[in-house]
């Protein structure tokens, strides 16, 4: 079974840029996604990525601020999330899907432990 680990979190000002990376152990899946939970709220997807093709989605709260992206060859999959808000202080997960797969998390089978991003005003 692929194994995900999340880094890259921290805390930064509002209007600062934190990168998340998610490295995968085992075979590369059709899909790796980022979710978030804030403290006392549900969680809900960010942005996924289609394993070799040219699709990304992003939920429309960080769309123009976020951006996935792929390493290939090292089988690993980045978050570069620029402008940030307190309103994107979260813990951020990485998830990988077995299909091609939209941001509802039903679709991800496999979770990585998550990373803090803590962003003040």
């Known amino acids: 079974q692929v194994q995900l680990v999340e880094s890259g979190g921290g805390s930064v000002q509002a209007g600062g840029s934190l990168r998340l990376s998610c490295v995968a152990s085992?075979?590369?899946?059709?899909?790796m996604g980022w979710f978030r939970q804030a403290p006392g709220k549900g969680r809900i997807g960010v942005a996924t990525i289609w394993i070799g093709r040219d699709v990304t989605l992003y939920a429309y709260s960080v769309k123009g601020r976020f951006t996935i992206s792929q390493d290939k060859n090292m089988n690993a999959v980045y978050l570069q999330m620029n402008s940030l808000k307190p309103e994107d202080t979260a813990m951020y997960y990485c998830?990988?899907?077995?299909?091609?797969?939209?941001?509802?998390?039903?679709?991800?089978?496999?979770w990585g432990e998550g990373t803090q991003v803590t962003v003040s005003s």
């Open positions: 998830a990988a899907s077995k299909d091609y797969a939209d941001l509802r998390q039903l679709q991800y089978s496999v």
């Open positions: 085992g075979y590369t899946t059709r899909s």
